[in-house]
T-cell receptor, first 113, second 113 residues
C-alpha cells in the first residue's frame, strides 16, 4: 500500500533562517499533496498544496517543491519565525475513489530566538 | 474562512459508556471525516461521509459508528468506550473533488478511564 514518510522527525532552526522539511511518498499514482501545520493542542491547519502536474508552488513565505522522479516533497519556509514552531505533516491523495488522504507522521519544527 | 467546530475540546468518560462526538462545518462541504491521532501513529481515518446518510469505513472503523443526518453535521459514536480509544479525535470537511483540501476542527481529546 501507499506510505508517506518524513526524512527528519525533528528540525531546529534559528529565527530568521530558512527551514526545509522533507517528505517521501511511495505511491506514484498520487496526484495531489498537501502540507499541514499543527500547533500544540490544535487541529492541523492547511498551509499549501500542489498537484502532480506542477513541480513548484509558492505561497506567503512558503514554497512546496515536488520531485516526481524520486517521489519527494519538500516544504520551504523563508525567514522562519518563532510562530512557525509546530509539527508539519505532508499528506497525499492517491487519486482513488474514496477521497482518502494518507498522512505522514510529522516533523517537529522548533525555532530558536 | 472555513470553520469546523467540535462539540468538546476535552472529554473524560468511563469504560463501557456510550460517547458522542459532534462536528459541525459551515462551508456547505459534501465530505466530512473523522480521524484519530496518536503519538507515533499519525492521523488515521476512522470513517468518512460524502453525502447525507452516506458513510464509508476508513482504516480503523472497529469500535466506532457514525451518523450524518444533516449536511453540516457529522457525529462519531463510541458504542461502548474502551481505554484503547483514549486519543485525540479530529474532524475534517472538504468539497467533493479528490483534489480539494480537507479542513480540520480543533480536536477533542478523549480520555477513557
Amino acid at each position: 500500500g501507499e506510505s508517506v514518510g518524513l526524512h527528519l522527525p525533528t528540525l531546529s532552526v534559528q529565527e530568521g533562517d530558512n527551514s526545509i522539511i522533507n517528505c517521501a511518498y511511495s505511491n506514484s499514482a498520487s496526484d495531489y499533496f498537501i502540507w499541514y501545520k499543527q500547533e500544540s493542542g490544535k487541529g492541523p491547519q492547511f498551509i499549501i498544496d500542489i498537484r502532480s502536474n506542477m513541480d513548484k508552488r509558492q505561497g506567503q513565505r512558503v514554497t512546496v517543491l515536488l520531485n516526481k522522479t524520486v517521489k519527494h516533497l519538500s516544504l520551504q519556509i523563508a525567514a522562519t519565525q518563532p510562530g512557525d514552531s509546530a509539527v508539519y505533516f505532508c499528506a497525499e491523495n492517491s487519486g482513488g475513489s474514496n477521497y482518502k488522504l494518507t498522512f505522514g507522521k510529522g516533523t517537529l519544527l522548533t525555532v530558536n530566538p | 474562512d472555513v470553520k469546523v467546530t467540535q462539540s468538546s475540546r476535552y472529554l473524560v468518560k468511563r469504560t463501557g459508556e456510550k460517547v458522542f462526538l459532534e462536528c459541525v462545518q459551515d462551508m456547505d462541504h459534501e465530505n466530512m471525516f473523522w480521524y484519530r491521532q496518536d503519538p507515533g501513529l499519525g492521523l488515521r481515518l476512522i470513517y468518512f461521509s460524502y453525502d447525507v446518510k452516506m458513510k464509508e469505513k476508513g482504516d480503523i472503523p472497529e469500535g466506532y459508528s457514525v451518523s450524518r443526518e444533516k449536511k453540516e453535521r457529522f457525529s462519531l459514536i463510541l458504542e461502548s468506550a474502551s481505554t484503547n480509544q483514549t486519543s485525540m479525535y479530529l474532524c475534517a470537511s472538504s468539497l467533493p473533488s479528490l483534489t480539494d483540501t480537507q479542513y480540520f476542527g480543533p480536536g477533542t481529546r478523549l480520555t477513557v478511564l
